[in-house]
């Protein structure tokens, strides 16, 4: 019986170590950071940015038939298993901006803080309207 005890001690001590936990998401600077538009950059914001990886959050399909100069295809539903360096500044978009703001918060949970979302997304020189397009 110890010997049994002992055996799943020492199994649970190893899983542990290897176990990835990570602190509950903190929502209220999320909602902070949604709140004073700290979430998104615009065109005219890029250049000033460093380090920039612009990722195309849509369908491989979509991206393929038109995207923007200099930017990958990472689908949302492979953004939360991507992995970007620490010097990286991750600027997200989708055509109306609501898959790229997702994108967002699946990164900023993932513990990424230098990512914005493309405001407008990829609708080129469409003028910025409030509440449209799911930003």
Known sequence: ???TLAT?????AVLAL?????????LARLGKAIQQEEDHVTREE???LHNV?????RK????????VDKAENI????IASAT?????????LSEGGAHAAQAWVILQVRGYRNVFFLRNGTAGGRKYEPGRDGC
Request: hydrophobic share 40%.
């Open 1 to 3: 019986m110890r010997r």
């Open 8 to 12: 799943i001690a020492a199994t649970a």
């Open 18 to 26: 290897f176990a990835r936990t990570r602190p509950a998401p903190d």
């Open 46 to 48: 890029l250049p000033k």
């Open 53 to 57: 990886r612009l990722i195309d959050v």
């Open 60 to 67: 491989k399909e979509e991206f393929t038939k038109s995207h």
């Open 75 to 78: 689908p949302i539903e492979n």
């Open 84 to 92: 970007f360096a620490p010097t990286d500044t991750v600027v997200l």
